[in-house]
């Protein structure tokens, strides 16, 4: 048999506050296989936005319009590859910041009509779950559970495919990264907070404060974290006001930390333990920011070793922002889907209902 034609991609990502490039190479459409990435870049805004303990949109439009070129010329260097190799472009269209977008797809627009080459639309939450694959590409990584979990999203999927992905439930108020954020600020552990939170947590008592765990003994798939980040607030300031800005002994600062950490971790693995009973999966899949974290990940991998469920979550840098998981273009490119060039972006999510 005839090995099919390498094909290469460049994907570009610009949802939030990470401009991300990345090059791939995969057998050529229509044939089917897991795509190689040969390179990705990822230019954090992170010092951009620490100041404000939190994503300035205007500012992060602005740092991706600097960026977008150098990164993609950085992408195609580190791969080896020039323009006219690529056979097609891909860009996450949503959801995201909207001025965030427009610059990535704008950039792939270009790139697509200047090049002649199709452009390939892609979500950037079908993204955080194809990264899986792209992480175990020796295995199937589909029909799976899907779990989002990062600074804007926590959402449950079941994906009977990586274009086949449907809503199952998600959080109806702060997304779990979020809630890590805020909590940070209030302990001034710094932006962003999960990584703060985490090291702080480490010389903790989890069990220090009783922290909520929204929904878990109720049997919709939805979570919830703006009421823990309050208790948190309560937890530090007690009900008056005058304590705001008074810095609180580290030994607090650490049980608080832990308390919450544990809070988030159970919340998300007891709803994944409903939904993949519910669901009967036998797969889990994990992208986003929050699934870097050490106790999250021991906590997923007890509860799928106990139901016998396979678990897949990326490294550290496919689990965060990048672009390299906008290869979920090349399943789309094979299934004859491309994106007319006077596409828009969509920057709402639009949420499954409660
Ligand atoms: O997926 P991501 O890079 O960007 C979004 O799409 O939002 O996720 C960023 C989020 C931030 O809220 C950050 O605080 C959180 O992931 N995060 C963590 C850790 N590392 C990053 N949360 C908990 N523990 C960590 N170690
Ligand atoms: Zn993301």
Do not use: W
């Not at 910041?97 to 697509?112: E, F, H, I, N």
């Not at 399943?331 to 920057?347: F, I």
């Amino acid at each position: 048999m005839t090995e099919p034609e390498r094909f290469l991609l460049l994907a570009i990502e610009t949802t939030c506050d990470e401009t991300g490039a990345a090059v791939l190479a995969g057998p050529k459409p229509p044939a089917t296989g897991v795509p190689v990435v040969l390179s990705s870049v990822v230019a954090s805004q992170i010092d951009l936005h620490g100041r404000f303990g939190g994503v300035v949109p205007e500012i992060a439009s602005r740092a991706h319009v600097r960026q977008i070129l150098p990164v993609v010329d950085e992408a195609l260097k580190r791969a080896g590859v020039s323009l006219g190799d690529l056979g097609a472009v891909a860009v996450a269209t949503r959801p995201g910041l909207v001025g965030a977008l427009v610059v990535g797809l704008t950039a792939a627009k270009s790139l697509a009509l200047a090049l002649d080459i199709p452009l390939v639309a892609v979500d950037h939450l079908e993204g955080h779950l194809y990264a899986c694959q792209l992480a175990y590409p020796d295995r199937d990584v589909y029909p799976c559970l899907g779990l989002v979990v990062s600074g804007g999203h926590t959402s449950l999927y079941a994906c009977r495919g990586p274009l086949d992905v449907e809503a199952l439930g998600g959080t109806t108020d702060d997304a779990a990264g979020e809630a890590f954020d805020k909590v940070a600020s209030l302990l001034g552990l710094g932006y962003p907070g999960g990584p703060g939170v985490e090291r702080a947590a480490r010389d903790g008592d989890p069990k220090a404060y009783a922290f909520p765990r929204s929904y878990l003994h109720d049997d919709r798939i939805a979570f919830s974290f703006s009421g823990l980040k309050t208790a948190v607030l309560y937890a530090l300031r007690g009900q008056d006001a005058r304590n705001a800005g008074v810095a609180p002994p580290p030994r607090i600062v650490a049980d608080i930390a832990a308390s919450f950490q544990e809070a988030v971790v159970d919340a998300l693995v007891g709803k994944t333990r409903q939904a993949l009973q519910r669901t009967g999966l036998r797969k889990l899949g994990i992208g986003g920011g929050v699934a870097a974290n050490a106790r999250f990940r021991e906590r997923m991998a007890d509860m799928a070793g106990e139901l016998g469920v396979e678990l897949f979550i990326p490294p550290m840098s496919l689990c965060t922002d990048n672009a390299a998981m906008a290869g979920i273009a090349l399943p789309k490119l094979a299934a004859g889907q491309t994106t007319p060039l006077d596409v828009d972006v969509t920057p709402g999510l639009v949420r499954p209902g409660r």
